[in-house]
């Protein structure tokens, strides 16, 4: 059974760097079949697919329009784990961030536990 | 504003069926069988009821299935219990730069 264990700070000053990791277990951040991915959920934006990584012979990253020119979502093979960076963070930046396993073509089969990340000086 | 259309709201009682719609376009719930279906518990992580359209993960009901027709994708729950109130959020593959959207989600109330 797949678990995925977020860390990470709860609060960013605007225009810092928002930093997570998500430790995985149960499964490999290089499996060939499925994606690491970031969501985040707020109350405006709703939920809100981030980016993703996902390995066929390379590393692979896609993301998404809006955040595309801030963010890096990044594998660590020696330690199966996956991060999170997102650059120049604002207070509608605000939200809770997850990570997510998930099937190629969505379908998010395993989620982290959650981190209220809160941008404020 | 979602990508992806779904009432804010639904309801039955105790045993009844209930279905929800996600009504997207030609671009994406219309192009591919990628649609997939979240229920959240308050302060809880989004858990995956359905996924490619009819697909259901190990250990969700057959209580709940899903279904898509042109650009509208729907879930039915049947058999409704108390434990099926929470939101519901669909989401789709788009095969674009956005790769994937949701919708703004549906609170299910059993009544």
């Known amino acids: 059974q797949v678990q995925l264990r977020q860390s990470g700070p709860g609060l960013v000053q605007p225009s810092q760097t928002l930093s997570l990791t998500c430790a995985i277990s149960?499964?490999?951040?290089?499996?060939?079949?499925?994606?690491w991915n970031w969501v985040r959920q707020s109350p405006s934006r709703g939920l809100e697919w981030l980016g993703r990584?996902?390995?066929?012979?390379?590393?692979?990253?896609d993301y998404a329009i809006s955040v595309k020119s801030r963010i890096t979502v990044s594998p660590d093979t020696s330690k199966n784990q996956f991060s999170l960076q997102l650059n120049s963070v604002t207070p509608e930046d605000t939200a809770v961030y997850y990570c997510?396993?998930?099937?190629?073509?969505?379908?998010?089969?395993?989620w982290g536990q959650g981190t209220l990340v809160t941008v404020s000086s | 504003q979602s990508a992806l259309t779904q009432p804010p709201s639904a309801s039955g009682s105790p045993g009844q069926s209930v279905t929800i719609s996600c009504t997207g376009t030609?671009?994406?719930?219309?192009?591919?069988?990628?649609v997939s279906w979240y229920q959240q518990h308050p302060g809880k992580a989004p858990k995956l009821m359905i996924y490619?359209?009819?697909k259901r993960p190990s250990g969700v009901p057959d209580r709940f299935s899903g279904s898509k027709s042109g650009n509208t994708a729907s879930l039915t729950v049947s058999g409704l219990q108390g434990e099926d109130e929470a939101d519901y959020y669909c989401?789709?593959?788009?095969?674009?730069?956005?790769?994937?959207?949701f919708g703004g989600g549906t609170k299910l109330t059993v009544l």
């Open positions: 997510t396993r998930g099937y190629l073509q969505g379908g998010f089969d395993s």
């Open positions: 149960g499964d490999s951040v290089s499996t060939t079949s499925t994606a």
């Open positions: 990584t996902h390995y066929k012979s390379n590393f692979y990253h």
């Open positions: 030609s671009s994406d719930v219309g192009a591919y069988d990628a």
């Open positions: 490619e359209v009819i």
């Open positions: 989401s789709s593959y788009t095969g674009s730069n956005t790769f994937l959207v």
